[in-house]
């Protein structure tokens, strides 16, 4: 167990609805990764919060969009979605900005099944 | 352009076969290896973190290397339950330290 946190579990939609995945780092960790993972992409960077605010993107659709809260949890929301989102989703956390040396601890991860 | 190449895709060996894990990269400044295992379904759990050429790291069957173009992953006398992906990362400069995932192996033991 990492200690990272994420709700549902699984979750299933239908195109063109949004969708909200919550994820808790690890005691004291500041920042949050997301992460997506296809069959055919591998996994990939999305975005990385630290204490609140943005601090680096990856390959994030503008339909997708993601903030960290006062309370460090944070949320990333999918809008208008497509077949083609369907994958599992990951959060992860460390204690610090980034930066590189630091290692990212996974949450066990949401899977959307987009129909 | 930077890439994480990981071979072979898949690996299949019996029980107390060793074998290695390859990962290798195109970056520059790099800041930081990691390998992670996967298990099918499940978020990736952490292994090693590898920082510059000639570092080991070792942890039960495992055993992590690094030099300035690959790292390798030693699996000495492997039992079944050490059946997961295998992920290599890396964080470099030259893509704003963001973590960098290769496509991973799949590594199979039989008892």
């Known amino acids: 167990d990492s200690g990272v946190t994420q709700t549902p579990k699984h979750l299933i939609t239908a195109t063109g609805q949004r969708v909200t995945l919550r994820c808790s780092p690890r005691s004291g960790d500041l920042s949050v990764y997301w992460y997506q993972q296809s069959l055919d992409q591998g996994l990939q960077f999305l975005i990385q919060y630290y204490n609140g605010e943005e601090r680096a993107k990856g390959n994030i659709l503008e339909r997708f969009s993601a903030q960290q809260f006062p309370d460090l949890h944070s949320e990333l929301n999918l809008s208008s979605l497509e077949l083609g989102d369907s994958a599992l989703y990951f959060c992860?956390?460390?204690?610090?900005?980034?930066?590189?040396?630091?290692?990212?601890?996974f949450g066990p991860g949401t899977r959307l099944l987009v129909l | 352009e930077d890439q994480v190449t990981q071979s072979p895709e898949a690996l299949r060996l019996q029980e107390g076969e060793s074998s290695s894990l390859n990962c290798s990269y195109t970056v520059s400044g790099l800041r930081g290896l990691f390998w992670y295992r996967q298990d099918p379904g499940k978020g990736p759990e952490f292994l090693f973190t590898l920082y510059s050429a000639g570092e080991e790291k070792e942890k039960e069957r495992l055993k992590a290397t690094l030099t300035k173009k690959e790292s390798f992953l030693h699996i000495t006398a492997p039992k079944p339950e050490d059946s997961a992906t295998y992920l290599c990362a890396v964080q470099a400069l030259s893509h704003n330290n963001d973590m960098r995932f290769g496509a991973g192996t799949r590594l199979t033991v039989k008892p």
């Open positions: 992860a956390s460390s204690p610090y900005s980034g930066g590189g040396q630091e290692t990212q601890y």
